[in-house]
């Protein structure tokens, strides 16, 4: 008896070992091909193989071909199957809850072009507001879906802020045709404060703040300028290349007594705008001049002309400065400083029926004229004449 209970233990231990064995040999494997966003087989695409039953974690890549395979796999398991290319990972596309067999490989591809495609679709559906077939809804991830709702909800709130915009600022540019100001000013706050990025929204709220500095006086006046001089800043800040803003910003300052501040924007509009700085340079130089700042106003008219030496209208301001300069001789004769003439007859040469034409010529003409210098007393005796002869 003993004898056989040794013999039977002895068999039962042999088919636990032989069970054990068997079971510690029972693998499957996971293999696919990769296609890459641009069409073709993907090379070195990294595959992570995550098993969800018992942790355990293997990686493998792509060959030239595209093509992976993954042997040796626990055998039952369940694994999530993803792919990773260049750091990046593709989590929307990854294969969940894959069960593993035995004998040939489980295929898991992954075709990147092909969610490419879909995510375009996805997007253009979100930003459109239209709704999505019912193919791309069952083909969605829950990650997808959650990022498209997003997406649609975010777009509802943009849509909504950009009808409001819309219409502020076209209110504020009506406001500022009709020369209304004070109301342009306040459409153009709203506008602003719904939208901080628009630059053409900060460039005109200066324009009209400067609008309105010009009707006011003393510590109001200095107020309305500083507030210019912010708005045409934060258009700038959002687009520093804008020429157009540069020069308005230097009429601006000019306007506001700030000379040395506005010849810097100036050379900043010329710099980003160099077809038209000839344009920007005489537009301060005919602003000094009303302001009777006569030489800083021939430093742009000269700016002007070495910008764009056919600049007709900067020839002639600065002829008319050129003659301010000009000397009287004792015997009456005008004595012009070099250039003056040449400014004048350029001018006619450019724009011979230009409105300035015959004041042009007109300088021109005094030039070769003498003046009568002989003083004359107004109030003495007129001279008598003879009388007259008679006829016979």
């Not at 990046?88 to 040939?104: C, E, W």
């Not at 300052?253 to 038209?276: I, R, S, T, V």
Request: with cysteine; proline share 6%.
């Amino acid at each position: 008896m003993q004898r056989r209970l040794s013999r039977s233990l002895s068999a039962l231990a042999g088919l636990i070992l032989l069970s054990t064995a068997a079971y510690a040999q029972s693998t499957c494997s996971i293999s696919g091909k990769v296609i890459g966003e641009d069409g073709q087989p993907l090379k070195d695409a990294l595959i992570k193989i995550e098993r969800k039953d018992i942790k355990g974690s293997y990686k493998v890549k792509t060959n030239k071909k595209g093509e992976y395979f993954h042997a040796g796999l626990p055998f039952p398991g369940t694994y999530d199957v993803g792919i990773e290319v260049n750091g990046k990972p593709y989590d929307q596309i990854t294969a969940h809850n894959v069960r593993g067999r035995l004998g040939d490989p489980t295929p898991i591809d992954f075709d990147l072009a092909a969610e490419k495609k879909k995510a375009q679709a996805y997007t253009a559906a979100a930003e459109s507001g239209q709704a999505l077939t019912k193919e791309q809804a069952r083909d969605m991830s829950p990650e997808q879906k959650a990022a498209m709702e997003k997406a649609m909800k975010e777009r509802e709130a943009v849509m909504s802020k950009n009808k409001e915009l819309n219409a502020a600022f076209n209110a504020g540019m009506q406001a500022i045709q009709a020369q209304k100001y004070e109301e342009a000013i306040a459409s153009l706050t709203k506008a602003s404060e719904l939208d901080p990025k628009q630059s053409v929204v900060w460039a005109h709220l200066a324009d009209a703040y400067g609008q309105v500095a010009k009707t006011k006086t003393g510590a109001e006046k200095q107020d309305y300028y500083t507030k210019t001089f912010d708005a045409y800043t934060k258009a700038l800040e959002i687009k520093p290349d804008d020429a157009s803003a540069h020069n308005n910003f230097a009429l601006a300052l000019a306007a506001g007594g700030k000379f040395p501040e506005a010849q810097a924007e100036l050379n900043k509009a010329a710099q980003f705008d160099p077809p038209n700085a000839g344009k920007y340079y005489y537009n301060l130089g005919a602003l000094l001049v009303n302001s009777a700042q006569l030489e800083p106003a021939s430093e742009a008219f000269k700016k002007a002309l070495e910008a764009d030496p056919n600049y007709a209208d900067a020839h002639y301001q600065y002829g008319i400065y050129l003659i301010s300069k000009a000397q009287v001789t004792p015997d009456g004769k005008i004595t012009p400083v070099p250039g003056t003439k040449e400014s004048f007859q350029k001018y006619l040469e450019l724009k011979p029926d230009g409105p300035f034409a015959q004041s042009a010529k007109d300088m021109l003409t005094s030039m070769d004229a003498q003046i009568n210098t002989e003083y004359k007393n107004p109030s003495a005796p007129a001279t008598k004449k003879g009388p007259a002869t008679k006829k016979k």
